[in-house]
């Protein structure tokens, strides 16, 4: 049974750095048809993908958070990782990782982590 | 980038009531469209995945109907455990973006 955890400082300053980790568990994070990603969903919103990685080190990003996000993935750990630099009150969620899968038309976020709440305050 | 649009906002609805729910692209998305459940304090869970498969291990109580722009959700015979946000999302192209959600609570 597949299972993905966040890990990171639940608090960060404002234009400080916010970074979580994803460990995942019960499988490989190099299987062939799976990327990996991120998700966020601020306190009663609703949900922001943030951004993708494939095991090859292939990303791809939400242009709105484009110049501020760094995905990366190590395969070793069967972990992969986000950073968000220069944060603001804005970025204050819950973020979650979850396992993409894509074939053909069948391309979803079908595995969730529990999600882990930052909040950016001095 | 493709934005994603669902009505109602919120319904009110009994336990048994059929359930509809839609959901429209800005573009066409082809048959590349999600739906999920999300309970409070818990991760979304897939339900739907393009546009009418049902997920594994989802009940056949939920359906989803739909290509090109307009999309629907359908819940026969609404459960307490249904009492929950649901949300579409496209994956058409990167942007993977989400709809508003959708609140449905008990009358």
């Known amino acids: 049974q597949l299972q993905l955890q966040e890990s990171g400082p639940g608090l960060v300053k404002p234009s400080e750095t916010l970074s979580l980790t994803c460990t995942v568990s019960?499988?490989?994070?190099?299987?062939?048809?799976?990327?990996w990603g991120w998700i966020r969903q601020p306190p009663g919103k609703g949900l922001e993908w943030i951004g993708t990685?494939?095991?090859?080190?292939?990303?791809y990003y939400n242009p709105s958070l484009k110049s501020r996000v760094t995905i990366s993935v190590d395969t070793s750990k069967n972990q992969f990782s986000l950073k968000l630099s220069s944060v603001t009150a804005a970025d204050t969620a819950v973020y979650y990782c979850?396992?993409?899968?894509?074939?053909?038309?069948?391309?979803?976020?079908?595995?969730w982590g529990q999600g882990t709440m930052v909040t950016v305050s001095s | 980038d493709i934005q994603m649009t669902q009505s109602p906002s919120s319904l009110s609805a009994s336990v048994g009531d059929r359930v509809t729910i839609t959901c429209r692209a800005s573009?066409?998305?082809?048959?590349?469209l999600n739906w999920y459940q999300q309970k409070p304090g818990k991760a979304p869970n897939l339900l739907i995945y393009?546009?009418?498969s049902l997920q594994s291990g989802v009940p056949s109580r939920f359906s989803g109907s739909g290509s090109g722009t307009d999309f629907t959700l359908t819940i026969t015979s609404l459960q307490p455990e249904d009492f929950a946000t649901y949300y579409c999302?496209?994956?058409?192209?990167?942007?993977?973006?989400f709809g508003p959600g959708t609140k449905v609570d008990i009358k």
């Open positions: 979850a396992r993409r899968i894509a074939v053909a038309v069948h391309d979803a976020f079908d595995i």
């Open positions: 019960g499988g490989s994070i190099s299987s062939g048809s799976y990327y």
């Open positions: 990685i494939y095991y090859t080190g292939s990303t």
């Open positions: 573009q066409s998305i082809s048959s590349y």
């Open positions: 393009a546009a009418s």
């Open positions: 999302q496209q994956s058409y192209s990167t942007g993977f973006t």
